[in-house]
């Protein structure tokens, strides 16, 4: 892990993995003026950045309800002070009383220092926006972590995680870096899978033209989730579906909305559409994946460099209609477990979609439990964004980030007898969850939702 | 950067241990990068994952899931854990040479 006066942060990419998502890193004697510049054009550009800059009375509400700041009780996390870190520069260089005051009115000249402190707390924001849902003045300080990383990336500064998915997603079309070998691979191996532990013929179609649905699964399903695969492959076989899985985008997340919107998270959006007309499918259906859902459903319709010629829905109302209609049978005691869900952040406090995900799991489980605060007042997993490093204190840093959410999972009661299922329908919050329910041990097993539906089916 | 001399040849590795280049991999590779994660002899068990892991890299260029990991070695995944304390994807796939996983794992 890099060390910068007593910083914490995630290793950074090298200069070459920088290279390799199209950005010259700004040498250190240049960053403090580029930075200055770039802050300017995202002001000119953003209205929801500049609110926050000139709109904040530091009444102090978003600190209770930050889940990083509770975790960890460093103050720069309270999220104002964690925008304040860009606000003092804004002050200084774009306003009148902070050119002309300075530090009486606490503005403060940019250096290296404060962008590594920009990095260093800008990759502790989870960019989940609970702290925006209670803002009495509606700022949405996620808004200021993402231009500050946005910022931060054409300066040459990124999580080496986050470039090296950035890089995988260019030369792939998906963030682990699948081969379409490896994904028909997988695909039959699950296919069997099904055969043996439910006894129905599921096939997988890879790139099949003609079909009339696109399923875009995320690719960690490939590696670490093999009921959220299954489950939407016996949905689709279970209604009758003509479907296939697009290789050139195996993909439902997109990393670029967290860290560089403006090239990568855009470049993905047309690999998505180039992929939809060349299959010539009727609809696209979307897999489980939180921030990516945010991404595809919120920016691409302003954001495509193409015409969108296809309704594009989520798999979870997919399931619920079916669910509405009748037309879907599950057997809610199949799972004779008690199950709760987290609700990861960006479904249900940027896509409305806290009650489609009660429609699907009510159907699919008895024993369900709520957990509070929940819906859109919920609480972050703590690897929202994708703050996945593993590196040792930045992993300790991800155990304080999901404390408020181990109480949460804790005070239902699910994990009691060791037997309890954590649904988390979305690959972060799967990543994050899988060991973090072991370190705080919570006696659950994480699962997703689509998961549940594919064991709760009743076949004919 | 971080990295090994296994006989006589330096061998790149990034900040988490992964080695740079998978082709420079060959057992007495494995066999270091092993003592690194603090397991001081590779038994037939250790090489059944090990193994399994690279060949399918090699066809692949990718781990295979965990699941087909575990089916194929008929290993369960505390055993892959007991075996390699970091995990399958931290752990093994490191041992046998396999750039470090990206996204969401």
């Known amino acids: ?460 | 950067m971080p990295s090994i001399n296994v006989n006589g040849v330096e061998i790149e590795q990034d900040e988490d241990g992964f080695i740079v280049d998978p082709n420079l991999w060959n057992e007495d590779v494995a066999k270091a990068l092993a003592a690194q994660e603090g397991i001081s002899e590779l038994t037939d068990e250790h090489w059944k994952v090990v193994n399994y892991l690279r060949n399918y890299y090699l066809q692949f260029q990718i781990a295979p899931m965990i699941r087909k990991l575990c089916k194929e070695t008929g290993f369960s995944l505390k055993k892959i854990y007991e075996l390699f304390p970091s995990g399958p994807a931290k752990g093994a796939c490191k041992v046998a040479g396999l750039p470090k996983p990206t996204g969401c794992v």
Request: glycine share 8%.
């Open chain 1, 1 to 460: 892990m890099p060390e910068y006066k007593g910083l914490k942060m995630p290793a950074k990419a090298s200069v070459e993995d920088m290279r390799r998502i199209h950005i010259e890193p700004v040498p250190d004697d240049q960053k403090v003026e580029k930075a200055i510049q770039y802050l300017d054009e995202m002001r000119k550009k953003f209205r929801s950045f500049v609110l926050a800059m000139e709109s904040c009375v530091k009444c102090g509400l978003c600190a209770e309800n930050c889940h990083t700041y509770l975790g960890t009780r460093d103050p720069n996390n309270i999220p104002t002070n964690r925008a304040e870190l860009i606000r003092k520069i804004y002050r200084r260089y774009f306003t009148l009383e902070g050119r002309w005051f300075g530090k009486l009115v606490g503005a403060e000249d940019l250096n290296l220092d404060i962008i590594e402190q920009w990095y260093s707390y800008f990759y502790q924001c989870n960019e989940c926006r609970r702290c925006a849902h209670v803002c009495p003045f509606g700022i949405d300080t996620c808004e200021v972590t993402m231009i500050g990383r946005q910022i931060l990336h054409w300066l040459g500064i990124v999580p080496k995680l986050h470039a090296d998915v950035g890089a995988a997603m260019e030369r792939t079309g998906n963030h682990t870096g699948l081969t379409k070998p490896a994904i028909v691979d997988t695909l039959e191996f699950l296919s069997e899978e099904i055969k043996d532990e439910f006894g129905v013929d599921v096939e997988f179609p890879v790139d099949k033209e003609g079909a009339d649905i696109m399923y875009v699964p995320s690719s960690a399903d490939f590696l670490l989730n093999p009921y959220t695969l299954m489950g939407a492959g016996m949905f689709f076989t279970y209604i009758g579906a003509n479907w296939t899985i697009p290789s050139t985008i195996t993909e439902a997340g997109n990393f670029g909305l967290l860290f560089d919107q403006q090239h990568t998270m855009r470049h993905n959006f047309t690999r998505l559409l180039h992929a939809a007309q060349k299959l010539g499918v009727k609809k696209i259906v979307w897999g489980e994946c939180g921030h990516g859902w945010r991404a595809w459903k919120m920016y691409l319709p302003g954001m495509a460099d193409l015409p969108i010629r296809w309704p594009i829905t989520h798999i979870h109302d997919e399931v619920a209609y079916y669910i509405r209609t009748n037309q879907l049978k599950l057997d809610p005691n199949k799972i004779g477990r008690p199950v709760t869900l987290h609700d990861p952040c960006n479904y249900v406090r940027a896509c409305g979609m806290a009650e489609t995900l009660r429609t699907v799991i009510r159907a699919c489980v008895a024993d369900f439990r709520e957990m509070y605060p929940n819906k859109e007042n919920n609480f972050c997993c703590g690897g929202g964004s994708a703050i996945l490093f593993d590196d040792p204190e930045m992993y300790q840093l991800r155990i304080k980030f999901s404390q408020k959410k181990a109480e949460q999972v804790r005070a239902t009661g699910v994990g009691r007898d060791g037997n309890g299922i954590l649904c988390a329908p979305c690959s972060i919050c799967k990543a994050q969850l899988y060991p973090m329910v072991e370190e705080h041990q919570l006696g659950v097993e994480v699962k997703g939702l689509i998961d549940l539906v594919g064991m709760a089916l009743v076949w004919k």
